[in-house]
């Protein structure tokens, strides 16, 4: 029996931070790619998002695993700039690529954001090493079960891509935007009129 999984986006993205150059899904083709979404002013973000981004990074360096922050600001536009967002990583230490995601064309949804239909910060989304979405979550994962699902991927047998691709990955943003917009200590949802 064969499962069929959506292929990622590429990511939209002006600007790059911690890369020499910007990144692309095709140039980490055969790595498990782990995609982070945050903000700096989401609570969530700070106390377990990025931590936890930086732990998957450090353990998993050099064993075919790629961490790559997405910066999707759908909120408080100006006070979190790129300017800001250096200042930011330099302080929190981020080491591992980030993604400063393209806005949206109308409203304050970032292009990466919509793309993936995450519905807020932060959201883990995990891609195998054909470029397929094999998991796409909101708000925070056990550290345990994070490792767990990086590992079955890293063990899984490098497959051809499947022209016959599905309509998505169990969890793959399918539950829509949260009625309730706003921040606690689990995560920061994206307004559902946006």
Known sequence: MSSHFAPAPAWLAGTWLNTPRPLSLEALRGRVVV???FQMLCPACVS???PQATAIHRAFAGSGVA???LYSVFEHHA????EALRAFVHEYRLAFPIAIDAPGP???IPRTMQAYG???TPSLVL???QGRIRLNHFGHLDDLRVGALIGGLLAEAPQPQDDDVGPGAPGAGSAGRSPHAGCDDAACAVPQSA
């Open 118 to 120: 995450l519905r807020g």
């Open 35 to 37: 995609l982070h979404a």
């Open 127 to 129: 891609i195998d090493r």
């Open 48 to 50: 377990h998002g990025l």
């Open 67 to 69: 961490v790559v922050g």
């Open 79 to 82: 006070a979190m700039n790129e």
């Open 106 to 108: 109308t409203g304050s």
